[in-house]
């Protein structure tokens, strides 16, 4: 069973009920967190009963929002794999590099953890129809799962997303509607309609359950390196529900007692076409505005304006990180060395996070003998219109 408790305001902490369907905080328009009795968790939530639950995201039951099981809508998401990398840490001379290969999700990416929780809750609370701006892999895992639970999917995408991402939200029933603009236009209508139209706003941070979802990263990280968390982690950055969500993940199982003090320095990754959360943190601002002409192949970090932005950057800042910004060009280097030595197709936002790591040991940031994780967040495939700068003539 759940034990969430109630809904906190992750900026002016006011509280409010979690049993209603919720978006942004009705005092203060920031994020929502969901709270739970960690105590009451903890009494049949412990590392020996994990042993024997099955290897979804939903093994972490207690502390996830959905009261009702009837009400889950599971594709089998969560429990990827953490890779360590043989012959690319060699390469970079590094004992101890991992990829947690999040391609393996359902839908392809990351998101459908996010959006599992998400689904499933508004559905248990009433929701009718569903709605969503997105930038690519978010709209097809909404979709998927809209459709596994019964409800009309409403997605709103930048005309010129690949056709992958879209095609995939056709294969799921749902209805599209292509904007001329970014995620951010998209969200604005979104807004503008939903009242009128009965859906209910799915954004990234808007409601309060998917970073639920993503968070199920961060245990997932604890109990794959044996309680023991790593020293860095490489997050590609777009709305930032994943490095948020773990930050949260990694405060819970402190308060059940399962991890101690020590956290890994959190390096948020961006595009150089697309980098608020960066410059934000370059100038020690607390948020981050808007990028102007946002431009990156990686859909997923095509994001100019995140709601969540002071949530990530507290988190980059207590855990002593960084943000940093790497060109396309870099991105398709990084899948091509993933591909080429692991095996692993990589979205190009997988390929960003190890062409910082690289930039990182170069300037020192990063020590060869640390423990780092790079985050693969989605699989290369719905990205292929845009990685012809993949192919080397000169290769036999
Ligand atoms: C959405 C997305 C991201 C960014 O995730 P956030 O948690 O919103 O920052 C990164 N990579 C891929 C492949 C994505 O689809
Ligand atoms: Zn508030």
Redesign the pocket.
Known sequence: MSFLIDLECGACGEHHAADELQNLCPACGKPLLARYDLTSAGQTLTKEALELREPTLWRYREVLPVREDDYIVSLGEGGTPLVHTDRLGETLGMDALYIKDESLNPTG?F?ARGLCMAVSRAAELGATALAIPSA???AGAMAAYAAKAGLPAYVFMPRDTPAAFIIECYAHGAHVELIDGLITDCGQIVAERKDQEGWFDVS?LKEPYRIEG?KTMGYELAEQFGWELPDVIFY????????IGMWKAFAEMEELGWIGPKRPRMVAVQATGCQPIVRAYEQNWEDAPEWENAHTLA???R?PRAVGDFLMLRAIRESDGCAIAVSDEEMIGGVREIGSTEGIFA?P?GGAVLAALKTMLNDGRVDRSEQVVLFN??SGHKYVDNMSGLKVDDQT
């Open positions: 990416s998101k690519g892999n978010a990234t993503k590609p950055a777009g709305g930032g529900t994943g490095l859909s997923g970090l994001v979205a936002e967040t989605g």
